[in-house]
C-alpha cells in the first residue's frame, strides 16, 4: 500500500485548500478512504471518509459543511476540498486506507501540513 498526499501549505483564515491522495498497491476501487488530521500536540482525529462506490461520505463535525470528500476511482485518487479554513483546521493531514473506524492503525501516507494563519 501507497499513498501520498499533496496539496498543504498556507492558507488564510476563510480560505480553501485542495488535498489530494494518490494511492497504489491494492485494490483502490474496493476500498472506503478516509482523511485524518493530527494538529500540533494532540492525537489524530478523523476527518471525512467515503465509500469505495461513492455513495455515502460522512465527515466529523467539526468540519461538516465546510469540508467535503471525493475519490476519482479510474486515477486512485480521493481529494479533500477544504473552505472557510480556520486556525483550529491547521495540522498534518493523512489519507487513510479503509473508513473511519480504520483511522487510528490503517495504512497511511506521510501527511500534507495545512497552516491556516493570518
Known amino acids: 500500500v501507497q499513498l501520498v498526499e499533496s496539496g498543504g501549505g498556507l492558507a488564510q483564515p476563510g480560505g480553501s485548500l485542495r488535498l489530494s491522495c494518490a494511492a497504489s498497491?491494492?485494490?483502490?476501487?474496493?476500498?472506503?478512504m478516509t482523511w485524518a488530521r493530527q494538529a500540533p500536540g494532540k492525537e489524530l482525529e478523523w476527518v471525512c471518509s467515503?465509500?469505495?462506490?461513492?455513495?455515502?461520505?460522512f465527515c466529523a463535525p467539526s468540519v461538516r459543511g465546510r469540508f467535503s470528500i471525493s475519490r476519482d476511482n479510474p486515477n486512485n485518487r480521493v481529494s479533500l476540498q477544504m473552505d472557510s479554513l480556520t486556525a483550529e483546521d491547521t495540522a498534518l493531514y493523512f489519507c487513510v486506507k479503509g473508513g473511519k473506524l480504520d483511522t487510528p492503525k490503517g495504512p497511511r501516507g506521510q501527511g500534507t501540513l495545512v497552516t491556516v494563519s493570518s
Open positions: 498497491g491494492f485494490a483502490f476501487w474496493d476500498a472506503p
Open positions: 467515503i465509500s469505495s462506490d461513492t455513495v455515502w461520505t
